[in-house]
DNA sequence: CATCTGCAGATTGTCAACAATCCTGCAAGG
DNA sequence: CCTTGCAGGATTGTTGACAATCTGCAGATG
């Protein structure tokens, strides 16, 4: 009968679902404080449902890592020490040179494309000075990378890791490097891929993640040093 | 005051949990078989609890991935087909490469010890032609491979791609390999590891996972070759 | 005879109330 | 002064019932 699918199929989000994202968000962005509490009956209220489906929104992000849950206790946004930063590092690195490989071995021209596009995108944020944005589309770089892999299962685990990578960028916000070494971290990534270059792509992703990684420890830098000896 | 630690922290484990993990080790093992249907209100019947504990548990299951929820519809045990266990397959390379380079940084020895003791149990299994309590120690040993390299996200992510290759596993029973060929490949990845060795390990992971995923989409191996060409 | 409409059955989604558990502060006893 | 016991308050954990939604089939209609 329809000609060509003149209209978008009705897709319901769960109100589960909306909650989670709603939440997620304002996690990541630090709307809600590390360490903070989150009470039940506060949020149901604020979000004008009841306890059940936001129990079960709440239980989404327990099990992606961004609340702990004390039995009795109550929920907790989950604080980043830097064992855990170490450790959010380790599983991009992992998740990201996977995807990095797997584009490289499906060799699709495409995919090269848009990687050029993301960091086209923050050369271009990088030289009109606006730092923000190009925090955005050095995120969205990632996203791109692993979207591309066109594997299910990393793009999930990616998901909770971008957003813990975006909660410590906003809690330790303030600490840039030069916006033209980022773009040049992800051109090396993007290259390695466009080149085929299985090593050259997992050292670029290692060494772009590492220095993220001393920015974001710097601080406790010498008591690390202390603590390795 | 007390001396260390002699008594273990009592942790009442939540209903959910419990459920969860029964839940899940049934789909594991085919006990419910793949596309089945899971009735909540049966389902909390048979537990004894009511729909809000049951539907916590399998909310989680749902974002583990080895259920699928339709809206309105019903929970189905989630059924894999051939690109499900590829991706599953390049999922667990990301993982227990990352988690191998991880232990060869960390130079371990007691985690090369672990992952020798690991193949030993395979090896023995094997000689006495135990084929049951081979195919768990060879699942054993990526458990340690994993838990070895002491992150708590690549854990994480390495439960569910586990879980899911049980389930596998389960419905393709009766594909074995020569139980020799087995054992070596997991020396060969501890050995790469105990060596330092990354490129070897990461030869000798992909190699196990291809043998693998030889053997469990065979089957459609016409079908397959078909599409691509 | 083919097609559409309306109803029954079953299932999930949501809610408000109840029960159990846990932390906090204070007072009594050694 | 330190430990122990106890109520108060608050929070989560659990329950059973109600509402909304979807599927499949029978019956009506051209």
Redesign the pocket.
Known sequence: MAAAEPFQR?N?E???GLITRQLREAIMYGRIAPGA??????L?AQF?????????ATQRLVQEGLVR???????FVKELDDAGIRDLYAARIAVEAAAGRMIIRGRSPEAVAKLRAAYDAMQDAAERGELAELSDADLHFHEVLVDSAGSPRLHRMHQTLMAETRMCLTALQGTYQDPEDQVAEHRRIAEAIAAGDADELVEAVESHMQEALDRLVSDSAAAEAAAST
């Open positions: 009705v319901r769960s109100t589960a509490q989150l009470s039940e009956a506060a149901a004008g449902v009841s306890r059940g489906p936001l129990r079960e849950a004390e039995p009795n206790r109550g929920l």
